[in-house]
């Protein structure tokens, strides 16, 4: 139990006023003159002892004026709420019927936006599976059992394995897949314009480490690359308009001539074993320009001889997807998440319940027929 206003508390001492009114009303006496005592010899009066009368109606009193001030420092109840039945989620496009089976007693949703019954139609939805997951888990309160059934190979991962605030029973189901969509391929060079011989032979040795393909070569023209490749300007010029054009539309530009210098803002995106920058880049309108910090060629950039050069290259010019898919079993969620906070439980009803009896009970109690004939 825990006060939200423990302020509120001052008002118990309110309890005094029935006290002091108790005792004042048993001095209340008028003095009576009784003419054959006037002579007689004044004596000490004996002490006389504090004595409550009406001791139930003051009790009531008190506990009137207590449950008041505990009213006005506004109790609640802090806790877990008791354990419930198991909750059961079906990822949306497996056969939910078949795995509830004869099970008609348990609690059986989609794992969907508002995780709707297993009866109902689930939403479509975009949000992936372990989202809802974490989102379900802060809404069940805490102690729930909870089963997921999940297709294996699991979709929608959003970069994180998934951590919970409970231990689950992970229940991977089995699913055909075809081919993996959208597989990850090695971008085509566009080269543009006319450079140093040096940097057009590392240059195709990268795209030949790439795809085992020459680089596509423009020549001295100013054709801009396709959706989907990297252009690589050779000269030490400005890029034709069609080309700034392309990088601004959110193509990404690959200058290998030695850096200008410019008040631009650059940013390395790659170093050597040194720690020494490699390659730099910036960000022009939606595209990206990156430039070598020195003359492609050996001799320069001694980085360019080393084996593991094409693929970190790569990793810079175009990052590797989120995965899409992944083993279901291997992606069973973690423990140790903070379960979600359960909302204290206002007393407020209730004593306001006791306090109308106790109420009652004090009129019943001031009225009684016992009082109204007492002289």
Request: hydrophobic share 50%; proline share 10%; net charge positive.
């Amino acid at each position: 139990m825990a006060l939200l206003f423990p302020l509120g508390l001052l008002a118990l001492t309110a309890l005094l006023l029935p006290l002091l009114i108790h005792l004042a009303r048993r001095q209340q006496h008028a003095p009576l003159d009784f003419a054959a005592l006037r002579w007689l010899q004044a004596r000490m009066r004996p002490r006389s002892r504090v004595r409550v009368d009406e001791w139930p109606l003051l009790l009531v009193r008190l506990l009137l004026l207590a449950a008041l001030a505990l009213l006005l420092a506004r109790p609640v109840l802090q806790g877990t709420r008791g354990t419930m039945a198991a909750v059961t989620v079906v990822a949306p496009g497996l056969d939910g019927a078949a795995l509830r089976g004869k099970d008609t007693e348990g609690d059986w949703r989609w794992l969907a936006p508002g995780f709707p019954a297993l009866q109902q139609r689930p939403a479509a939805t975009a949000q992936p599976l372990a989202s809802l997951l974490r989102e379900l888990d802060q809404a069940l309160p805490t102690g729930t059992p909870l089963v997921v059934f999940v297709p294996d190979p699991l979709p929608g991962l959003d970069g994180e394995r998934i951590r919970l605030s409970r231990n689950v029973q992970w229940r991977p189901v089995p699913m055909p897949v075809g081919p993996l969509a959208g597989a990850l391929r090695a971008p085509r060079l566009h080269l543009g314009g006319s450079g140093d011989p040096a940097a057009r032979h590392v240059l195709d040795a990268v795209q030949r480490a790439w795809t085992n393909q020459a680089p596509t070569d423009a020549g001295t023209g100013g054709t801009a690359p396709d959706d989907g490749q990297i252009g690589v300007w050779l000269a030490n010029t400005p890029l034709p308009p069609s080309w700034q054009s392309w990088l601004a539309g959110g193509g990404t530009v690959l200058r290998v001539t030695a850096p200008i210098k410019d008040d631009a803002a650059w940013v390395a995106a790659l170093r050597d074993a040194q720690g020494a920058t490699v390659l730099e880049q910036r960000a022009e309108g939606r595209g990206r320009l990156l430039r070598f910090s020195a003359a492609l060629s050996a001799a320069a950039l001694p980085i360019v001889t080393e084996d593991t050069f094409p693929r970190r290259l790569l990793q810079v010019l175009q990052p590797l997807p989120a995965p899409a898919l992944a083993d279901a079993t291997d992606q069973a969620p973690l423990g140790g998440a903070a379960p979600a906070a359960v909302e204290p439980r206002e007393l407020a009803p209730w004593l306001l319940l006791v306090i109308v009896l106790l109420f009652a009970l004090e009129r019943w109690l001031a009225t009684s027929a016992r009082r109204r004939t007492q002289p």
